[in-house]
């Protein structure tokens, strides 16, 4: 099963609002990414946030983790119709450094 | 320019014909891996290499063979292609493992069989 499930499937949203989407995942992780998907192409690295963070912050994106309820949050601020994509959250897997999961991912649509 | 690159691009097969889809990164990249994204399922762990000569299975390996001969390069080879393995395949690769910094991917590979 998977090891992160993104949470809202799909979001859409007006330019300029927020939007939040949630990973919850089931065991002990090191730490926890976000990606970000355009349509059919390549992951992006967008943060990497470790067991021991509780927040971090790049540029318009805000990750939060809260590892006793084994969840994440990424918010992104002021939306643009150029932030439309998939985004995903992956994690490790503690006990091996080589494997990683990813949730199904949030499709986000940001309309102009 | 540091990039992972994939080639084909896109691919259809046959049932049966042997494929080989190749991946290569610049990036002097110890970790590689392969995966798999169908619809509804996310992105799926076929194998991964921590290094020159070691690959490990990762969480959908059948059907699928990899070898790491040179630390540049990460070929994923289907020996006899079938019909669910229908999929977009991407590469990645990282400096220290796949938790511990980024991943970087390929544009991927579609892949039909039929």
Known sequence: SQQGEEDPQALSIQEGENATMNCSYKTS?????????????????????????REKHSGRLRVTLDTSKKSSSLLITASRA?????????T????????????????????? | EAQVTQNPRYLITVTGKKLTVTCSQN?????????????????????????VEVTDKGDVPEGYKVSRKEKRNFPLILESPSPNQTSLYFCASSSKGAWNSPLHFGNGTRLTVT
């Open chain 2, 27 to 51: 990036m002097n990249h110890e970790y590689m891996s392969w995966y798999r994204q169908d619809p509804g399922l996310g992105l799926r762990q076929i194998y991964y290499s921590m290094n």
């Open chain 1, 82 to 90: 150029a932030d439309t994509a998939s985004y995903f959250c992956a």
């Open chain 1, 29 to 53: 992780i090191n730490n926890l990414q976000w990606y970000r998907q355009n349509s059919g192409r390549g992951l992006v690295h967008l943060i990497l946030i470790r067991s021991n963070e």
């Open chain 1, 92 to 112: 490790d897997v503690n006990t091996n450094a080589g494997k990683s999961t990813f949730g199904d991912g949030t499709t986000l649509t940001v309309k102009p």
